[in-house]
């Protein structure tokens, strides 16, 4: 890889990174609510969760999805529901502070399911795996 790929990578995963998106706005609330600390297993699962769907790509997700077009539906499917549910959930939230507390942060394991209905992480995988391999 050629040094301004290089660049180029770092530039797009900077950006990419700091995006508004459910994993991002996620670690937002719990960082607020439990701390950094409380906080790194949330941030350790997106991290090897989206790691993992960029291998799964990588290593040919992108020919099965096109070659069996159900599945690709049916993950768009589910992403948009999850959307539209985080999209409820954020609408109907109180301010910080107010109502029932949540006792424990969203661990790894959640954390890294999470990127499987992530339409943005979905995204990205693909255009890291296509622009930059």
């Known amino acids: 890889m050629t040094p301004d790929m290089i660049i180029a990578l770092i530039g797009f995963a900077f950006v990419m990174s700091i995006s508004p998106g459910p994993g991002n706005f996620l670690l937002l609330a719990s960082g607020a609510n439990f701390g950094f600390a409380r906080s790194l297993p949330l941030l350790l699962g997106i991290s090897g969760g989206f790691l993992s769907m960029v291998f799964a790509v990588g290593i040919g997700l992108g020919a099965i999805l ?28 109180r301010a910080l502070g107010e109502g029932a507390a949540v006792a424990e942060p969203v661990g790894f394991a959640e954390a890294a399911a999470l990127q499987l209905l992530n339409p943005k992480a979905w995204t990205v995988a693909l255009i890291v795996t296509v622009s930059y391999t």
């Open 66 to 93: 096109k070659t069996y077009p159900a599945i690709d539906i049916a993950l768009r499917i589910a992403s948009s529901f999850y959307v539209a549910w985080l999209a409820v959930r954020i609408a109907r939230s």
